[in-house]
């Protein structure tokens, strides 16, 4: 009996120790206090550079827009009559709020069959792999925020077709991570991390 008690007392406290890993990072408006307090993230966001060229300053300041950096972040639930729950508005998830079918092409293409859109470096993966294929299909240079987020956002066809040209709010929301981009490289530039 206290083999079992000790066994139930050492996973619970394992698991209390491993919940905060989970938890966003705390200052999100300081590139550097992300990097010293998520080294896993920084790590994860240089590998993605190096794979695939897409800069760190670009990739976090697209995970700050898509989830604030929550692991878990889903679209929010669709309502009829304001009370009857309809499901969620897309099956956009994780830190990068990649759609379901988005997600399969990219593990399909890549080879990365177990990968999921809550762990940091596959969502990291996931955006550079993305926003290769906005270069390779859109010619948008993988540093131009502004516009490799409104081709994540509206799909590259969507984009080629500038969809995002009659929705005035989608421009202000890229300009918004452009700017947040420019502050999060500036930050980068002058911490140790």
């Known amino acids: 009996m206290s083999r079992i008690l000790f066994v139930l007392l050492g996973v619970l406290l394992l698991a209390s120790c491993g919940g905060g890993s989970k938890q966003p990072p705390s200052r999100l408006n300081d590139a550097c206090s992300i990097a010293r307090e998520k080294p896993d993230y920084i790590k994860a966001f240089k590998n993605t550079e190096r794979k695939w060229g897409v800069p760190v300053h670009v990739q976090m300041a697209t995970i700050y ?22 499901g969620r508005q897309s099956s956009a998830y994780g830190y990068g709020q990649a759609l379901d079918g988005t997600w399969e092409q990219y593990q399909r293409e890549t080879g990365k069959r177990r990968a999921k859109r809550d762990r940091i470096r596959d969502a990291s993966d996931f955006i550079g792999w993305y926003m290769n294929k906005s270069y390779e299909r859109n010619g948008i240079h993988p540093a131009d925020t502004r516009n490799q987020y409104l081709a994540y956002h509206e799909g590259h066809t969507g984009y080629a077709r500038g969809s995002y040209n009659s929705k005035s709010w989608l421009l202000n929301v890229a300009n918004d991570v452009d700017a947040r981009a420019q502050l999060y490289q500036a ?7």
Do not use: F, K
Request: glycine fraction near 4%.
């Open 65 to 86: 827009q898509e989830s604030r950096y929550r692991h878990d972040a889903r679209t929010p639930h669709r309502y009829v009559l304001g009370v009857i729950p309809m």
């Open 187 to 193: 930050q980068l530039a002058n911490c140790r991390y």
